[in-house]
């Protein structure tokens, strides 16, 4: 059985990790920088890797306890409150389903949740069928965390965003005055090439820019329209049609273009998406390899009552100017920033800023209530998965619209799989 952290408030919540890379690093971080719990106490208990030596050198890095040689034995042996599953994305589907058998009362899955299982096999598909395949494969998944009755919080960092966070905020708000309708959507996320060495392999990634990187705000954009739908009328708003396209453009450049950038061979460095919602309400959505100045994370939504614009990276609340970057050390002041010399916009905190430690906020109190379900859930994860698999399934037919109607409605969702805006966390004062 799981340890009784969520039944006592006068103990330790278990955690473990999966993974030691980019995204194992700055969950485990997190954990020690999330708001004071009365009484409750967070251990790192466990990770696991690829190879037992990494995470064992990740364990004595980060102080944890026990490095252990799999998933399956760090779940059974741990019996952990949480387990995150921050490892390369061909792992995110058998991991998940060895947490629910495990009976992990929490389990948090990066983006995205899973790849096409055909990749595993050494198969080759078209694009239609690697989207059927691969969403039958995660119905799969959240059938097993759902007989289990684990919770899936699909950790997608910008839907926790303080901004999105605000955004729900005034939606509430607004509705309470007949507004509400967000018209139009649209969002980025680029740098110069993923920092994981499993992402130029499709069969270990499942893509490259419109997988790993549009998914980054289309979550927001799909989540803050079913937090529409349940403030109107109890019933989230979903996507129902997408156009997209993905593309190698460095790969086709000379290798002088090269120089200031990861140059991927075997999967896309631009993605587009355009998404169509159910009420005509549209999102369009970028993802690329090509930001020569760093991590570039951006929302706009359009409203019926306002404007809100995200600048998360690049952010002018803070400016320097090095004229040589020696003096800065191995400071990094921005995720992927290539040099610190000259103008720049830090981001401190950036793991407050990112929403990350919001996002391990929710694990945690859903973790220590039982009725506390994740803002990010299994149908963001879900609708997150349709969305992208057809984007590429459109691109492979140059762009033309899929209509994603009965592959969205295909699966029910209990109300306790929603998310509650009411629930999500102010970030505002109030007069």
Same mark, same amino acid.
């Given at each position: 059985?799981?340890?009784?952290?969520?039944?006592?408030?006068?103990?330790?919540?278990?955690?473990?990790?999966?993974?030691?890379?980019?995204?194992?690093?700055?969950?485990?971080?997190?954990?020690?920088?999330?708001?004071?719990?009365?009484?409750?106490?967070?251990?790192?208990?466990?990770?696991?890797?690829?190879?037992?030596?990494?995470?064992?050198?990740?364990?004595?890095?980060?102080?944890?306890?026990?490095?252990?040689?799999?998933?399956?034995?760090?779940?059974?042996?741990?019996?952990?409150?949480?387990?995150?599953?921050?490892?390369?994305?061909?792992?995110?589907?058998?991991?998940?389903?060895?947490?629910?058998?495990?009976?992990?009362?929490? @389990?948090?899955?990066? +983006?995205?949740?899973?790849?096409?299982?055909?990749?595993?096999?050494? *198969? &080759?598909? #078209?694009? /239609?069928?690697?989207?059927?395949?691969?969403?039958?494969?995660?119905?799969?998944?959240?059938?097993?965390?759902?007989?289990?009755?684990?919770?899936?919080?699909?950790?997608?960092?910008?839907?926790?965003?303080?901004?999105?966070?605000?955004?729900?905020?005034?939606?509430?708000?607004?509705?309470?005055?007949?507004?509400?309708?967000?018209?139009?959507?649209?969002?980025?996320?680029?740098?110069?090439?993923?920092?994981?060495?499993?992402?130029?392999?499709?069969?270990?990634?499942?893509?490259?820019?419109?997988?790993?990187?549009?998914?980054?705000?289309?979550?927001?954009?799909?989540?803050?329209?079913?937090?529409?739908?349940?403030?109107?009328?109890?019933?989230? @708003?979903?996507?129902? +049609?997408?156009?997209?396209?993905?593309?190698?453009?460095?790969?086709? *450049? &000379?290798? #002088?273009? /090269?120089?200031?950038?990861?140059?991927?061979?075997?999967?896309?460095?631009?993605?587009?998406?355009?998404?169509?919602?159910?009420?005509?309400?549209?999102?369009?959505?970028?993802?690329?390899?090509?930001?020569?100045?760093?991590?570039?994370?951006?929302?706009?939504?359009?409203?019926?009552?306002?404007?809100?614009?995200?600048?998360?990276?690049?952010?002018?609340?803070?400016?320097?100017?090095?004229?040589?970057?020696?003096?800065?050390?191995?400071?990094?002041?921005?995720?992927?920033?290539?040099?610190?010399?000259?103008?720049?916009?830090?981001?401190?905190?950036?793991?407050?800023?990112?929403?990350?430690?919001?996002?391990?906020?929710?694990?945690?109190?859903?973790?220590?209530?039982?009725?506390?379900?994740?803002?990010?859930?299994?149908?963001?994860?879900?609708?997150?998965?349709?969305?992208?698999?057809?984007?590429?399934?459109?691109?492979?037919?140059?762009?033309?619209?899929?209509?994603?109607?009965?592959?969205?409605?295909?699966?029910?969702?209990?109300?306790?799989?929603?998310?509650?805006?009411?629930?999500?966390?102010?970030?505002?004062?109030?007069?």
């Amino acid at each position: 059985m799981p340890s009784q952290g969520a039944q006592n408030m006068n103990t330790t919540l278990k955690v473990t990790i999966n993974g030691t890379g980019f995204a194992a690093d700055y969950t485990t971080r997190v954990y020690s920088l999330i708001p004071h719990k009365n009484r409750v106490r967070i251990e790192i208990a466990g990770v696991t890797s690829g190879r037992l030596e990494n995470a064992q050198a990740f364990a004595d890095r980060h102080g944890i306890e026990q490095a252990f040689a799999t998933h399956r034995e760090m779940v059974q042996t741990v019996r952990p409150d949480i387990d995150n599953i921050a490892c390369a994305n061909h792992a995110h589907g058998p991991y998940a389903i060895e947490a629910a058998e495990a009976g992990v009362p929490v @389990i948090v899955l990066e +983006k995205p949740p899973v790849i096409w299982p055909g990749y595993r096999a050494g *198969q &080759s598909a #078209d694009a /239609a069928t690697r989207k059927n395949e691969s969403m039958e494969y995660l119905g799969q998944v959240l059938d097993r965390v759902r007989a289990a009755n684990s919770k899936l919080l699909y950790a997608e960092d910008f839907v926790y965003l303080d901004g999105v966070k605000g955004l729900v905020e005034l939606l509430v708000e607004a509705r309470r005055t007949g507004k509400g309708c967000i018209l139009y959507q649209r969002g980025t996320c680029a740098h110069q090439g993923s920092h994981a060495p499993a992402y130029d392999t499709p069969a270990l990634s499942g893509g490259g820019a419109l997988f790993n990187k549009a998914c980054h705000p289309l979550g927001p954009c799909l989540y803050l329209k079913q937090v529409e739908g349940i403030l109107r009328n109890g019933q989230p @708003i979903r996507p129902q +049609k997408v156009a997209g396209m993905a593309l190698q453009i460095l790969k086709h *450049q &000379s290798p #002088d273009s /090269a120089q200031h950038f990861r140059v991927m061979q075997n999967v896309e460095d631009f993605g587009r998406l355009t998404v169509v919602f159910e009420d005509h309400s549209v999102a369009e959505l970028l993802g690329h390899d090509l930001s020569i100045s760093g991590i570039r994370n951006e929302l706009s939504v359009l409203t019926d009552f306002a404007q809100y614009d995200l600048r998360v990276n690049p952010n002018n609340e803070n400016e320097l100017f090095l004229p040589a970057e020696d003096a800065a050390g191995d400071l990094l002041f921005r995720e992927k920033l290539p040099t610190a010399a000259g103008t720049s916009f830090p981001r401190p905190n950036q793991f407050h800023s990112h929403g990350y430690v919001n996002e391990m906020d929710d694990a945690v109190r859903c973790a220590l209530d039982p009725a506390r379900s994740p803002q990010s859930g299994p149908m963001l994860a879900w609708d997150t998965l349709a969305v992208l698999l057809g984007g590429y399934e459109s691109s492979d037919n140059n762009g033309a619209v899929v209509d994603l109607s009965d592959l969205i409605h295909s699966r029910a969702f209990a109300d306790h799989e929603l998310p509650d805006p009411e629930k999500f966390g102010g970030v505002f004062q109030r007069r």
